[in-house]
Protein backbone atom coordinates (compact mmCIF):
# COMPACT_ATOMS: atom_id res chain seq x y z
CA UNK A 1 0.00 0.00 0.00
CA UNK A 2 1.31 3.37 -0.64
CA UNK A 3 1.19 6.11 1.91
CA UNK A 4 -1.07 9.16 1.41
CA UNK A 5 0.11 12.02 4.44
CA UNK A 6 -2.95 13.45 6.04
CA UNK A 7 -2.29 17.50 6.67
CA UNK A 8 -4.95 18.71 8.94
CA UNK A 9 -5.70 22.42 8.47
CA UNK A 10 -9.04 22.92 10.80
CA UNK A 11 -7.06 25.26 13.15
CA UNK A 12 -5.88 27.58 10.64
CA UNK A 13 -7.52 27.73 7.16
CA UNK A 14 -11.01 26.02 8.77
CA UNK A 15 -10.33 28.44 12.16
CA UNK A 16 -10.79 31.76 9.37
CA UNK A 17 -14.65 31.13 8.68
CA UNK A 18 -16.28 34.33 10.42
CA UNK A 19 -17.79 33.30 13.61
CA UNK A 20 -16.01 30.54 14.11
CA UNK A 21 -12.76 31.48 16.09
CA UNK A 22 -11.74 29.04 19.16
CA UNK A 23 -9.42 30.35 21.98
CA UNK A 24 -6.20 28.43 23.18
CA UNK A 25 -7.97 25.64 25.29
CA UNK A 26 -10.58 24.68 22.72
CA UNK A 27 -7.96 24.60 20.02
CA UNK A 28 -6.17 22.10 22.51
CA UNK A 29 -9.20 20.14 22.53
CA UNK A 30 -9.25 20.07 18.76
CA UNK A 31 -5.93 19.40 18.46
CA UNK A 32 -5.82 16.64 21.02
CA UNK A 33 -8.68 14.77 19.20
CA UNK A 34 -6.96 15.24 15.61
CA UNK A 35 -4.10 13.35 17.15
CA UNK A 36 -6.29 10.62 18.28
CA UNK A 37 -7.98 10.46 14.60
CA UNK A 38 -4.42 10.07 13.45
CA UNK A 39 -3.98 12.92 11.32
CA UNK A 40 0.29 13.30 10.50
CA UNK A 41 0.10 16.82 10.53
CA UNK A 42 -1.42 19.38 12.51
CA UNK A 43 -1.37 23.11 10.89
CA UNK A 44 -1.80 24.75 14.06
CA UNK A 45 -2.17 28.56 13.39
CA UNK A 46 -0.20 31.82 11.68
CA UNK A 47 2.01 33.16 14.31
CA UNK A 48 2.83 36.22 13.20
CA UNK A 49 -0.71 37.00 12.62
CA UNK A 50 -2.26 37.43 16.17
CA UNK A 51 -0.46 37.20 19.77
CA UNK A 52 -3.85 34.72 20.23
CA UNK A 53 -2.44 32.91 17.17
CA UNK A 54 0.85 32.88 18.30
CA UNK A 55 0.22 31.16 22.03
CA UNK A 56 -1.85 28.77 20.31
CA UNK A 57 0.96 27.27 18.05
CA UNK A 58 3.03 27.14 21.49
CA UNK A 59 1.01 25.63 23.83
CA UNK A 60 -0.69 23.12 20.92
CA UNK A 61 2.99 21.92 20.55
CA UNK A 62 2.86 21.27 24.01
CA UNK A 63 0.01 19.49 24.49
CA UNK A 64 0.44 16.74 21.20
CA UNK A 65 2.84 14.10 20.66
CA UNK A 66 4.18 12.41 18.00
CA UNK A 67 1.68 14.90 14.66
CA UNK A 68 3.84 17.40 12.94
CA UNK A 69 3.10 20.54 14.32
CA UNK A 70 3.48 23.14 11.72
CA UNK A 71 3.36 27.03 11.79
CA UNK A 72 2.00 29.28 8.61
CA UNK A 73 4.27 32.30 7.10
CA UNK A 74 4.08 34.68 4.37
CA UNK A 75 7.71 34.75 2.46
CA UNK A 76 8.33 37.16 4.73
CA UNK A 77 11.73 36.73 7.61
CA UNK A 78 9.53 38.45 10.14
CA UNK A 79 6.83 36.02 9.74
CA UNK A 80 9.26 33.16 9.72
CA UNK A 81 11.48 34.00 12.71
CA UNK A 82 8.08 33.92 14.32
CA UNK A 83 6.65 31.00 13.83
CA UNK A 84 9.93 29.41 14.54
CA UNK A 85 9.57 31.19 18.04
CA UNK A 86 5.92 29.67 18.16
CA UNK A 87 7.04 26.15 17.64
CA UNK A 88 9.69 25.89 20.09
CA UNK A 89 8.00 22.84 21.96
CA UNK A 90 7.03 20.96 19.14
CA UNK A 91 8.40 17.68 19.45
CA UNK A 92 8.41 17.58 15.24
CA UNK A 93 8.32 21.19 14.09
CA UNK A 94 6.88 22.46 10.48
CA UNK A 95 7.42 25.92 8.60
CA UNK A 96 4.92 26.68 6.00
CA UNK A 97 5.91 29.68 3.83
CA UNK A 98 5.20 30.17 0.31
CA UNK A 99 3.93 33.26 -1.96
CA UNK A 100 1.47 33.66 -4.78
CA UNK A 101 2.76 32.56 -8.11
CA UNK A 102 -0.46 33.32 -10.68
CA UNK A 103 0.23 36.18 -12.85
CA UNK A 104 -3.68 37.79 -10.77
CA UNK A 105 -1.04 37.19 -7.55
CA UNK A 106 1.60 38.55 -9.00
CA UNK A 107 0.35 41.61 -11.04
CA UNK A 108 -2.42 42.67 -8.77
CA UNK A 109 -1.21 41.35 -5.42
CA UNK A 110 2.73 42.05 -5.64
CA UNK A 111 2.59 44.57 -8.46
CA UNK A 112 5.83 42.36 -8.93
CA UNK A 113 7.20 40.40 -11.70
CA UNK A 114 7.75 36.44 -12.27
CA UNK A 115 11.46 36.76 -11.45
CA UNK A 116 10.91 39.12 -8.39
CA UNK A 117 8.72 36.53 -6.92
CA UNK A 118 10.64 33.48 -7.95
CA UNK A 119 13.85 34.97 -6.37
CA UNK A 120 11.39 35.82 -3.06
CA UNK A 121 10.35 31.99 -3.23
CA UNK A 122 13.58 30.59 -2.58
CA UNK A 123 15.36 33.61 -0.32
CA UNK A 124 11.98 32.25 2.20
CA UNK A 125 12.70 28.86 1.82
CA UNK A 126 15.81 29.38 2.22
CA UNK A 127 15.85 31.46 5.68
CA UNK A 128 13.00 29.24 7.10
CA UNK A 129 15.77 25.93 6.24
CA UNK A 130 18.05 27.66 8.65
CA UNK A 131 15.47 27.33 11.53
CA UNK A 132 14.28 23.48 10.77
CA UNK A 133 14.65 20.47 8.49
CA UNK A 134 11.44 20.41 7.59
CA UNK A 135 9.84 23.21 5.55
CA UNK A 136 6.54 23.13 3.20
CA UNK A 137 6.61 25.59 0.63
CA UNK A 138 3.41 26.80 -0.34
CA UNK A 139 2.40 28.07 -4.29
CA UNK A 140 -0.71 30.66 -3.38
CA UNK A 141 -3.31 30.18 -6.67
CA UNK A 142 -1.27 27.09 -8.21
CA UNK A 143 -4.79 26.14 -9.64
CA UNK A 144 -4.52 29.71 -12.17
CA UNK A 145 -0.50 29.18 -12.40
CA UNK A 146 0.81 28.93 -15.68
CA UNK A 147 2.48 25.01 -15.71
CA UNK A 148 5.53 26.14 -16.57
CA UNK A 149 6.59 28.51 -14.58
CA UNK A 150 4.69 26.57 -11.69
CA UNK A 151 7.39 24.00 -12.35
CA UNK A 152 9.91 26.53 -12.21
CA UNK A 153 8.95 27.64 -8.91
CA UNK A 154 8.69 24.27 -7.57
CA UNK A 155 12.10 23.22 -8.77
CA UNK A 156 13.72 26.32 -7.53
CA UNK A 157 12.51 25.30 -3.77
CA UNK A 158 13.35 22.04 -3.72
CA UNK A 159 16.61 22.71 -4.45
CA UNK A 160 16.54 25.40 -1.86
CA UNK A 161 15.67 22.84 0.74
CA UNK A 162 11.92 22.37 0.46
CA UNK A 163 10.66 19.16 2.00
CA UNK A 164 7.24 19.31 1.00
CA UNK A 165 5.42 21.81 -1.98
CA UNK A 166 1.91 22.36 -1.79
CA UNK A 167 -0.05 23.09 -5.36
CA UNK A 168 -3.18 24.85 -3.85
CA UNK A 169 -6.26 25.04 -5.71
CA UNK A 170 -6.74 28.74 -3.99
CA UNK A 171 -9.91 30.01 -5.57
CA UNK A 172 -11.63 26.15 -6.05
CA UNK A 173 -11.51 27.14 -10.21
CA UNK A 174 -9.82 24.09 -11.32
CA UNK A 175 -11.68 21.07 -12.92
CA UNK A 176 -10.39 17.39 -11.99
CA UNK A 177 -8.77 16.72 -14.64
CA UNK A 178 -7.11 20.08 -14.93
CA UNK A 179 -5.95 19.66 -11.60
CA UNK A 180 -4.83 16.34 -12.23
CA UNK A 181 -2.75 17.12 -15.39
CA UNK A 182 -1.35 20.02 -13.30
CA UNK A 183 0.39 17.69 -10.59
CA UNK A 184 0.97 14.98 -13.15
CA UNK A 185 3.33 17.67 -15.02
CA UNK A 186 5.08 18.85 -12.27
CA UNK A 187 6.07 15.47 -11.21
CA UNK A 188 7.41 14.80 -15.36
CA UNK A 189 8.76 18.27 -15.69
CA UNK A 190 10.52 18.98 -12.61
CA UNK A 191 14.22 18.21 -12.07
CA UNK A 192 14.79 16.75 -8.43
CA UNK A 193 10.82 15.81 -7.63
CA UNK A 194 11.64 12.87 -5.90
CA UNK A 195 13.04 14.54 -3.34
CA UNK A 196 10.29 16.31 -1.95
CA UNK A 197 6.49 15.81 -0.93
CA UNK A 198 3.81 17.00 -3.40
CA UNK A 199 1.21 18.41 -1.26
CA UNK A 200 -2.95 19.41 -2.32
CA UNK A 201 -4.73 21.86 -1.01
CA UNK A 202 -8.07 22.56 -2.37
CA UNK A 203 -10.91 25.05 -1.99
CA UNK A 204 -14.98 24.37 -2.55
CA UNK A 205 -15.89 27.15 -4.14
CA UNK A 206 -17.32 25.19 -7.71
CA UNK A 207 -18.07 21.79 -5.24
CA UNK A 208 -14.57 20.26 -6.47
CA UNK A 209 -12.72 20.31 -3.40
CA UNK A 210 -12.49 16.59 -3.03
CA UNK A 211 -12.74 15.40 -6.10
CA UNK A 212 -9.72 17.50 -7.41
CA UNK A 213 -7.79 16.82 -4.30
CA UNK A 214 -8.08 12.65 -5.30
CA UNK A 215 -7.36 13.42 -9.08
CA UNK A 216 -4.04 15.20 -7.12
CA UNK A 217 -3.19 12.20 -5.31
CA UNK A 218 -3.93 9.71 -8.18
CA UNK A 219 -1.57 12.18 -10.50
CA UNK A 220 0.95 10.87 -7.16
CA UNK A 221 0.78 13.90 -4.76
CA UNK A 222 1.44 12.06 -0.96
CA UNK A 223 -0.14 14.75 0.83
CA UNK A 224 -3.28 15.99 0.96
CA UNK A 225 -4.61 19.28 3.23
CA UNK A 226 -7.92 18.65 4.99
CA UNK A 227 -10.49 20.36 7.19
CA UNK A 228 -13.15 18.43 9.51
CA UNK A 229 -16.21 19.02 7.93
CA UNK A 230 -14.66 20.96 5.11
CA UNK A 231 -15.09 24.00 6.76
CA UNK A 232 -12.66 26.97 5.29
CA UNK A 233 -12.54 30.09 3.45
CA UNK A 234 -15.48 30.71 1.83
CA UNK A 235 -17.19 27.27 0.57
CA UNK A 236 -14.67 25.55 2.56
CA UNK A 237 -11.44 22.92 1.95
CA UNK A 238 -11.54 19.46 0.79
CA UNK A 239 -13.40 17.41 3.89
CA UNK A 240 -11.06 15.06 5.94
CA UNK A 241 -13.33 12.28 6.41
CA UNK A 242 -14.19 12.39 2.76
CA UNK A 243 -10.95 11.58 1.34
CA UNK A 244 -10.14 9.03 3.97
CA UNK A 245 -13.25 7.32 3.31
CA UNK A 246 -13.11 7.10 0.28
CA UNK A 247 -9.64 5.38 0.41
CA UNK A 248 -11.05 2.91 2.85
CA UNK A 249 -13.73 2.03 0.38
CA UNK A 250 -11.50 2.05 -2.36
CA UNK A 251 -9.02 -0.75 -1.35
CA UNK A 252 -8.24 -1.11 -4.97
CA UNK A 253 -6.42 2.21 -4.94
CA UNK A 254 -3.52 0.96 -3.35
CA UNK A 255 -3.49 3.78 -1.30
CA UNK A 256 -3.81 4.09 2.73
CA UNK A 257 -3.98 7.06 5.59
CA UNK A 258 -3.00 6.51 9.37
CA UNK A 259 -6.65 7.74 9.93
CA UNK A 260 -8.10 5.90 12.67
CA UNK A 261 -11.94 6.35 10.90
CA UNK A 262 -13.51 5.32 13.84
CA UNK A 263 -12.81 8.67 15.45
CA UNK A 264 -14.31 10.93 12.36
CA UNK A 265 -18.04 11.22 13.70
CA UNK A 266 -16.88 12.57 17.33
CA UNK A 267 -14.43 14.61 15.91
CA UNK A 268 -16.25 15.85 13.77
CA UNK A 269 -19.53 16.71 16.26
CA UNK A 270 -17.09 18.48 18.58
CA UNK A 271 -15.41 20.66 16.20
CA UNK A 272 -19.21 21.40 14.81
CA UNK A 273 -19.87 22.04 18.71
CA UNK A 274 -16.69 24.09 19.46
CA UNK A 275 -16.88 26.58 16.31
CA UNK A 276 -20.93 26.80 16.65
CA UNK A 277 -21.34 25.86 13.21
CA UNK A 278 -23.66 23.11 11.78
CA UNK A 279 -23.24 20.30 9.88
CA UNK A 280 -25.89 20.19 6.63
CA UNK A 281 -27.81 16.55 7.18
CA UNK A 282 -26.89 15.85 3.94
CA UNK A 283 -23.07 16.03 4.33
CA UNK A 284 -21.33 12.98 2.84
CA UNK A 285 -19.96 10.49 5.88
CA UNK A 286 -20.81 12.55 8.96
CA UNK A 287 -24.19 14.28 8.08
CA UNK A 288 -27.20 13.67 10.15
CA UNK A 289 -28.84 11.63 6.84
CA UNK A 290 -25.91 9.92 5.59
CA UNK A 291 -26.89 6.80 6.68
CA UNK A 292 -30.71 7.63 6.67
CA UNK A 293 -33.16 5.94 4.38
CA UNK A 294 -36.54 6.93 4.18
CA UNK A 295 -37.45 5.49 0.87
CA UNK A 296 -39.49 2.92 0.63
CA UNK A 297 -37.57 0.95 -1.71
CA UNK A 298 -34.41 1.70 0.21
CA UNK A 299 -35.71 0.63 3.38
CA UNK A 300 -36.83 -2.34 1.83
CA UNK A 301 -33.56 -3.56 0.29
CA UNK A 302 -31.66 -2.01 3.32
CA UNK A 303 -33.71 -4.47 5.85
CA UNK A 304 -32.87 -7.48 3.52
CA UNK A 305 -29.20 -6.89 3.09
CA UNK A 306 -27.32 -3.14 4.11
CA UNK A 307 -25.10 -3.89 1.66
CA UNK A 308 -27.86 -3.04 -1.05
CA UNK A 309 -27.70 0.64 -0.13
CA UNK A 310 -25.08 1.07 2.43
CA UNK A 311 -21.04 1.12 1.26
CA UNK A 312 -19.91 2.09 4.68
CA UNK A 313 -20.57 0.29 7.94
CA UNK A 314 -21.65 3.32 10.01
CA UNK A 315 -19.38 2.25 12.76
CA UNK A 316 -16.01 2.10 10.72
CA UNK A 317 -16.95 5.94 10.79
CA UNK A 318 -17.76 5.81 14.91
CA UNK A 319 -21.45 6.41 14.48
CA UNK A 320 -22.43 4.44 17.56
CA UNK A 321 -26.04 2.46 16.97
CA UNK A 322 -25.92 2.39 20.28
CA UNK A 323 -29.64 3.35 20.83
CA UNK A 324 -28.90 4.92 24.98
CA UNK A 325 -31.92 7.87 24.93
CA UNK A 326 -31.64 10.37 27.00
CA UNK A 327 -34.79 11.60 28.63
CA UNK A 328 -35.70 12.92 32.28
CA UNK A 329 -34.65 9.35 33.91
CA UNK A 330 -31.35 9.39 32.19
CA UNK A 331 -28.53 9.36 34.93
CA UNK A 332 -25.19 11.27 34.76
CA UNK A 333 -23.53 7.90 33.76
CA UNK A 334 -26.07 8.19 30.29
CA UNK A 335 -24.88 11.51 30.16
CA UNK A 336 -21.51 11.10 29.98
CA UNK A 337 -21.30 8.43 27.87
CA UNK A 338 -23.57 9.90 25.45
CA UNK A 339 -20.48 13.11 25.35
CA UNK A 340 -17.78 10.50 25.07
CA UNK A 341 -19.45 9.84 22.30
CA UNK A 342 -19.44 12.86 20.54
CA UNK A 343 -15.67 13.58 21.93
CA UNK A 344 -16.06 15.44 24.62
CA UNK A 345 -14.69 14.28 28.23
CA UNK A 346 -15.54 16.34 31.25
CA UNK A 347 -14.27 16.71 35.04
CA UNK A 348 -16.95 14.95 37.61
CA UNK A 349 -17.27 19.04 38.83
CA UNK A 350 -18.00 20.28 35.03
CA UNK A 351 -20.53 17.63 34.64
CA UNK A 352 -22.72 17.62 37.44
CA UNK A 353 -23.23 21.41 36.48
CA UNK A 354 -24.22 20.16 32.62
CA UNK A 355 -25.90 17.49 34.31
CA UNK A 356 -28.28 20.22 36.20
CA UNK A 357 -29.10 22.10 32.76
CA UNK A 358 -29.95 18.44 31.23
CA UNK A 359 -32.32 17.76 33.44
CA UNK A 360 -33.99 21.28 33.24
CA UNK A 361 -33.95 20.47 28.98
CA UNK A 362 -35.49 17.31 29.66
CA UNK A 363 -38.45 18.20 31.38
CA UNK A 364 -39.23 20.33 28.06
CA UNK A 365 -38.36 18.07 25.82
CA UNK A 366 -39.43 13.87 25.09
CA UNK A 367 -35.64 13.18 24.15
CA UNK A 368 -32.76 14.87 24.20
CA UNK A 369 -30.25 14.83 21.22
CA UNK A 370 -26.79 14.67 20.62
CA UNK A 371 -26.99 17.85 19.31
CA UNK A 372 -28.54 18.92 22.59
CA UNK A 373 -26.39 17.19 24.68
CA UNK A 374 -23.39 19.19 22.55
CA UNK A 375 -24.92 22.14 22.79
CA UNK A 376 -24.92 22.11 26.52
CA UNK A 377 -21.29 21.01 27.10
CA UNK A 378 -20.65 23.96 25.50
CA UNK A 379 -23.51 26.65 26.62
CA UNK A 380 -21.95 26.34 29.90
CA UNK A 381 -18.82 29.56 29.02
CA UNK A 382 -22.38 32.06 28.78
CA UNK A 383 -22.02 31.66 33.16
CA UNK A 384 -18.49 33.57 32.86
CA UNK A 385 -19.75 36.17 30.82
CA UNK A 386 -19.79 39.87 31.96
CA UNK A 387 -23.48 40.34 31.06
CA UNK A 388 -26.17 37.60 31.25
CA UNK A 389 -29.22 36.89 31.25
CA UNK A 390 -31.39 37.12 34.59
CA UNK A 391 -35.19 36.89 32.94
CA UNK A 392 -37.27 37.30 29.65
CA UNK A 393 -40.49 37.34 29.65
CA UNK A 394 -42.32 38.06 26.36
CA UNK A 395 -46.20 38.49 25.45
CA UNK A 396 -47.07 38.61 21.70
CA UNK A 397 -49.99 36.92 19.68
CA UNK A 398 -52.04 38.00 16.38
CA UNK A 399 -53.55 41.07 16.42
CA UNK A 400 -51.27 42.67 19.47
CA UNK A 401 -48.35 44.44 19.97
CA UNK A 402 -45.62 42.52 21.11
CA UNK A 403 -44.10 43.57 24.56
CA UNK A 404 -40.70 42.41 26.26
CA UNK A 405 -39.49 42.75 29.68
CA UNK A 406 -35.83 41.77 30.40
CA UNK A 407 -33.69 41.34 33.54
CA UNK A 408 -29.94 41.59 32.82
CA UNK A 409 -26.90 40.34 35.23
CA UNK A 410 -24.03 43.10 34.70
CA UNK A 411 -20.89 42.20 36.55
CA UNK A 412 -23.12 41.40 39.98
CA UNK A 413 -25.65 44.52 39.27
CA UNK A 414 -29.13 43.64 37.73
CA UNK A 415 -30.73 45.70 35.57
CA UNK A 416 -34.40 45.61 34.12
CA UNK A 417 -36.33 47.30 31.30
CA UNK A 418 -39.07 46.47 28.72
CA UNK A 419 -40.00 47.90 25.17
CA UNK A 420 -42.99 47.20 22.29
CA UNK A 421 -41.41 45.92 18.69
CA UNK A 422 -42.63 44.48 15.32
CA UNK A 423 -42.21 40.65 16.46
CA UNK A 424 -41.38 39.11 20.19
CA UNK A 425 -37.26 39.01 18.67
CA UNK A 426 -37.57 42.63 17.98
CA UNK A 427 -39.12 43.36 21.27
CA UNK A 428 -37.02 41.69 23.15
CA UNK A 429 -33.70 43.15 21.75
CA UNK A 430 -34.90 47.12 21.98
CA UNK A 431 -35.66 46.30 25.75
CA UNK A 432 -32.01 44.95 25.83
CA UNK A 433 -30.77 48.14 23.95
CA UNK A 434 -32.43 50.10 26.37
CA UNK A 435 -30.34 48.66 29.69
CA UNK A 436 -26.91 48.99 27.37
CA UNK A 437 -26.99 52.05 25.76
CA UNK A 438 -24.63 51.23 22.82
CA UNK A 439 -25.40 51.56 18.64
CA UNK A 440 -25.63 48.16 17.61
CA UNK A 441 -26.71 47.30 14.23
CA UNK A 442 -27.70 43.77 13.64
CA UNK A 443 -26.80 42.74 10.49
CA UNK A 444 -27.42 38.80 10.20
CA UNK A 445 -29.54 36.81 11.68
CA UNK A 446 -30.07 32.83 11.40
CA UNK A 447 -31.95 30.47 12.99
CA UNK A 448 -31.60 26.66 12.86
CA UNK A 449 -33.33 23.76 14.43
CA UNK A 450 -30.99 21.27 15.92
CA UNK A 451 -33.53 18.25 14.78
CA UNK A 452 -37.18 18.05 13.74
CA UNK A 453 -39.62 18.51 16.63
CA UNK A 454 -41.66 21.05 17.22
CA UNK A 455 -39.75 20.80 21.26
CA UNK A 456 -36.39 21.06 19.60
CA UNK A 457 -33.84 23.62 20.96
CA UNK A 458 -32.94 26.13 18.09
CA UNK A 459 -29.68 27.53 17.21
CA UNK A 460 -29.12 31.05 17.04
CA UNK A 461 -26.32 32.66 14.79
CA UNK A 462 -26.11 36.99 14.74
CA UNK A 463 -23.95 39.13 13.39
CA UNK A 464 -24.14 43.01 15.31
CA UNK A 465 -21.53 45.78 13.77
CA UNK A 466 -20.53 47.82 16.77
CA UNK A 467 -17.81 51.08 16.82
CA UNK A 468 -16.89 49.73 13.13
CA UNK A 469 -16.59 46.17 13.84
CA UNK A 470 -18.21 42.83 13.20
CA UNK A 471 -18.98 40.53 16.19
CA UNK A 472 -20.46 37.03 16.17
CA UNK A 473 -22.57 35.86 18.62
CA UNK A 474 -24.39 31.75 19.46
CA UNK A 475 -27.71 31.61 21.27
CA UNK A 476 -29.20 28.33 21.89
CA UNK A 477 -32.61 27.31 23.60
CA UNK A 478 -35.78 25.60 23.23
CA UNK A 479 -37.47 28.79 23.32
CA UNK A 480 -36.03 30.93 20.18
CA UNK A 481 -36.82 34.20 21.72
CA UNK A 482 -34.25 33.44 24.31
CA UNK A 483 -31.67 31.97 22.08
CA UNK A 484 -31.57 35.18 19.96
CA UNK A 485 -31.56 37.15 22.70
CA UNK A 486 -28.53 34.97 24.03
CA UNK A 487 -26.94 35.72 20.68
CA UNK A 488 -27.16 39.37 20.76
CA UNK A 489 -25.70 39.16 24.79
CA UNK A 490 -22.87 36.85 22.97
CA UNK A 491 -22.09 39.66 21.04
CA UNK A 492 -22.33 42.67 23.38
CA UNK A 493 -20.06 40.22 25.94
CA UNK A 494 -17.25 39.99 23.02
CA UNK A 495 -17.19 43.70 22.05
CA UNK A 496 -17.17 44.61 26.12
CA UNK A 497 -14.41 42.47 25.86
CA UNK A 498 -12.35 43.99 23.55
CA UNK A 499 -13.14 47.31 25.05
Known sequence: MDRLYIFDTTLRDGEQVPGCQLNTVEKIQVAKALEQLGVDVIEAGFPVSSPGDFNSVIEISKAVTWPVICALTRAVERDIDVAFEALKYAKHKRIHTGIGTSDEHIQFKFNSTRERILEQAVEATKYAKRYVDDVEFY??????????????????????????????????????????????????????????????????????????????????????????????????????????????????????TNINTTKIYPTSRMVSSLMNMPVQPNKAIVGRNAFAHSSGIHQDGVLKNVHTYEIMDPKDVGIDDNSIVLTARSGRAALKYRLHVNGVELEEEKLDKIYEKFLQLADQKKEVTDADVLMLAGADMAEQHA??????????????????????????????????????VDAAIKALKKIIMKQMTLKEFTIQAISKGSDDVGKVHMQVEYDGSLYYGFGANTDIVTASVEAYIDCINKFKKDE
Open 139 to 256: CEDAGRTDNAYLAQVVEAVIKAGATVVNIPDTTGYCLPQEYHDKIKYLIEHVDGIDRAIISTHCHNDLGMATANSLNGVMAGARQVEVTINGIGERAGNTSLEEIAMILKCHKGLGIE
Open 387 to 424: VRLDFLQVTTGKGVRSVASIGLDISGQKFEAAASGNGP
